[in-house]
C-alpha cells in the first residue's frame, strides 16, 4: 500500500525529446514537491504545490512544467530533454501540522531515474 | 537564504566504533529532520526533532538538536554493516514554512 508512488520507475530517451513523470500520494497532504538528485546525491528542490497552488519554483529550465490536476497528484513534463536532465527524480509530499511547533515531514516517493542518450 | 551543511560527506568506520556525523544550520530554526537513503533507495524519515534539546533515539542511532547552536548531531554507537547509508539532515526554511532545504548528505560505509 504505496504512500508516494511514481511512475515511471526507470526512463530511458534519447536527447530533445518530451518525457512526464507521474507522481500520486495517498496520504491526504495538501502539499506536494519535485526534487532532483544528480550523481552526487545532492538533492534539490524543484517545485512545490499545495492544494493544486505552485508554491515555489525554483531556478529551473523552463523545459520543466509541473502540473497538479488534484491534490492527490503532481506530474512532471519536461521538454526538449538534455544530457544534464539526467538524474533521479523524487516526488515528495507533506502536511504541515501545528502541535505546540510545526511539523512538515517529508515522505519520498521511490524517484524516478532519468538517462538521457 | 537557509544553508545547511553537514560533514563529514564521507564516513568510512569499522564495525564496533562509535562516530558522530554533524549538521549545522545557518538561520533560526526550532527543528530538524534526519532522513535515511539506501544506495538506489528513497529516502526515509529516520528523526523529527522539534525543539531545542531534543533528542530521540532508535536502535545504534541517536539525533540530537541544540537550536542556539544551530547544530543537529547523529550519534552512531556500535556500528554494524546494516548502517551503511546515506543520511540527510533537513532544515526548515521558517515557521511554518512547506520547505526544507537538505544537506549535502553523509556518505557511511561500515566495514568489518
Known amino acids: 500500500d504505496t504512500a508516494v508512488s511514481q511512475t515511471p520507475k526507470y526512463l530511458v530517451t534519447q536527447m530533445g525529446n518530451d518525457k512526464s513523470i507521474k507522481c500520486e500520494q495517498n496520504l491526504g497532504h495538501d502539499t506536494m514537491y519535485w526534487y532532483k538528485q544528480d550523481s552526487k546525491k545532492f538533492l534539490k528542490i524543484m517545485f512545490s504545490y499545495n492544494n493544486k497552488e505552485l508554491i515555489i519554483n525554483e531556478t529551473v529550465p523552463n523545459r520543466f512544467s509541473p502540473k497538479s490536476p488534484d491534490k492527490a497528484h503532481l506530474n512532471l513534463h519536461i521538454n526538449s530533454l538534455e544530457l544534464g536532465d539526467s538524474a533521479v527524480y523524487f516526488c515528495a509530499s507533506s502536511q504541515v501540522v501545528f502541535l505546540a511547533v510545526y511539523q512538515e515531514t517529508q515522505y519520498f516517493g521511490p524517484g524516478t531515474r532519468l538517462l538521457v542518450l | 537564504e537557509l544553508k545547511v551543511e553537514q560533514n563529514p560527506l564521507f564516513l568510512s568506520m569499522q564495525e564496533g566504533k562509535n562516530y558522530t556525523i554533524y549538521c549545522n544550520y545557518s538561520t533560526t530554526s526550532d527543528r530538524l529532520y534526519w532522513y535515511r537513503q539506501d544506495p538506489g533507495k528513497s529516502l526515509e524519515s529516520l528523526f523529527v526533532l522539534l525543539s531545542n534539546g531534543a533528542v530521540k533515539q532508535e536502535g545504534r542511532l541517536m539525533a540530537s538538536l541544540d537550536t542556539k547552536a544551530r547544530l543537529s548531531t547523529l550519534h552512531i554507537t556500535a556500528a554494524v554493516h546494516d548502517l551503511s547509508a546515506t543520511y540527510f539532515c533537513?532544515?526548515?526554511?521558517?515557521?511554518?514554512?512547506?520547505?526544507?532545504?537538505f544537506g549535502k548528505g553523509t556518505k557511511l560505509s561500515v566495514i568489518p
Open positions: 533537513a532544515a526548515p526554511s521558517g515557521a511554518g514554512s512547506y520547505q526544507l532545504t
